[in-house]
């Protein structure tokens, strides 16, 4: 088959979108994101559920991070397209769904997914093969970062307005990224239009982790130095606020994981929790 010939997404990818799509396969309800169109897109093999990090026990913290963290992405989408924010920017989109997902907000907003040539290339005949397609509204936007290339710039190019404020969300990007990519990344982001949000997520060292959840980070990290993507980067909260404002955002808070964890598993009784090693920065221009 042709995409067989297209460099699938890396594997952190397909592992988040896995997770997502195990939620729904093995926690009762209510569940905290309903997603299995990145499994679709993914098309792993019938014994996904059988690969070692797909672990119903030993990896549901993660699981529930993923599922938080997209939530909370959601949910603001959603608020900041209240106030009429109609632009949506998704750095290292990989197998986001949201597009697909969510179409009665999606199509009301012009989405701008960034990533790698290769991933992008995939996506859209995967969207394609699977009878999604890729609606006016949806920008696909190869950017080649190994090579240099300026995201904001190839935004721009597909379309993007500068003079409106937008969401710009990354998750799950900085741990493989260079504290100096970054810093980067947040000037570019504070130098849009006033009222732009940016929500990042990022790792915390292992010693403001709690003590239940550092066997796990370690394994995590163990895991993606073996596929290849090391985490490379780990930030404090107070560093992290001091990046952003350095860059120049008017505004800058630090949402921790366990206000996730209150926010969307207070009431659960199956005990499922995230683990703590992420949190967010939620900045505006």
Do not use: C
């Not at 197998?95 to 990533?115: G, H, M, N, P, V």
């Not at 970062?145 to 404020?165: I, K, M, N, V």
């Amino acid at each position: 088959m042709a995409h067989e010939q297209i460099e699938a997404p890396d594997n952190t990818a397909v592992r988040t979108a896995l997770w997502r799509a195990m939620h729904l396969r093995i926690d009762p309800p209510p569940h905290v994101v309903e997603d299995e169109i990145g499994l679709q897109l993914a098309a792993p093999g019938d014994d996904w559920r059988d690969r070692p990090d797909m672990d119903p026990q030993a990896t549901s913290g993660f699981r529930a991070a993923i599922v938080a963290r997209a939530r909370f992405i959601e949910d603001l989408i959603a608020e900041q397209a209240d106030r009429g924010v109609n632009q949506y920017v998704i750095l290292g989109a990989g197998l986001d769904t949201f597009a697909q997902r969510k179409q009665e907000l999606a199509s009301r907003l012009r989405i701008f997914e960034i990533d790698q040539p290769d991933t992008q290339a995939w996506k859209r005949h995967r969207l394609v093969e699977l009878g999604y397609g890729i609606p006016d509204w949806l920008h696909l936007v190869p950017v080649d970062f190994e090579a240099g290339a300026s995201w904001s710039e190839q935004l721009f190019t597909a379309g993007f307005d500068p003079r409106r404020p937008a969401v710009v969300v990354s998750t799950g990007v900085t741990m493989y990224l260079t504290k100096d990519a970054t810093a980067a990344t947040l000037r570019q982001v504070a130098g849009l239009a006033a009222g732009t949000t940016l929500a990042m997520t990022f790792l915390l060292p292992t010693g403001l982790v709690d003590d239940a959840d550092r066997p796990g980070l370690r394994a995590s990290e163990e895991g993606a130095r073996a596929s290849g993507t090391p985490f490379i980067s780990f930030y404090t909260p107070q560093e992290m606020l001091a990046l952003a404002r350095e860059a120049g955002f008017k505004d800058a808070r630090h949402v921790p994981g366990t206000l996730l964890a209150e926010r969307y598993f207070t009431d659960r009784t199956d005990g499922l929790r995230p683990s703590s090693g992420e949190n967010v920065l939620l900045a505006t221009t």
